[in-house]
């Protein structure tokens, strides 16, 4: 079945920085269109970032320019670099593939304090 792993979450303080990967078997990855979602306290769960099978990359306006998200097909897995991390960040993340749901992983906690 497939599986996916989210890993990297932690605590940090305001402008700090985290790297998050996702790690997926069970699946040909390297095919898949691929996204980071997140889901604050009290908030719907949001896309906000994507990636093609072929590294094209989308953002959502609240993360343009301090996330960036990639892949490494050969190793199966997908990372987030977050940059001048922000309050309002501080949510659970988690990876799917937008036009493939498949089923979510447990998701990594990342808390900002101010």
């Known amino acids: 079945q497939v599986q996916l792993v989210e890993s990297g979450g932690g605590l940090v303080q305001a402008g700090g920085s985290l790297r998050l990967s996702c790690a997926a078997s069970g699946t040909i990855f390297s095919i898949k269109p691929m996204g980071w979602y997140r889901q604050a306290p009290g908030k719907q769960r949001e896309l906000i970032a994507s990636i093609t099978s072929g590294g094209r990359t989308d953002y959502a306006d609240s993360v343009k320019g301090r996330f960036t998200i990639s892949r490494d097909n050969a190793k199966n897995t997908m990372y987030l670099q977050m940059n001048s991390l922000k309050p309002p960040d501080t949510a659970v993340y988690y990876c799917?593939?937008?036009?493939?749901?498949?089923?979510w992983g447990q998701g990594t906690q990342v808390t900002v304090s101010s």
């Open positions: 799917n593939s937008p036009q493939n749901y498949m089923a």
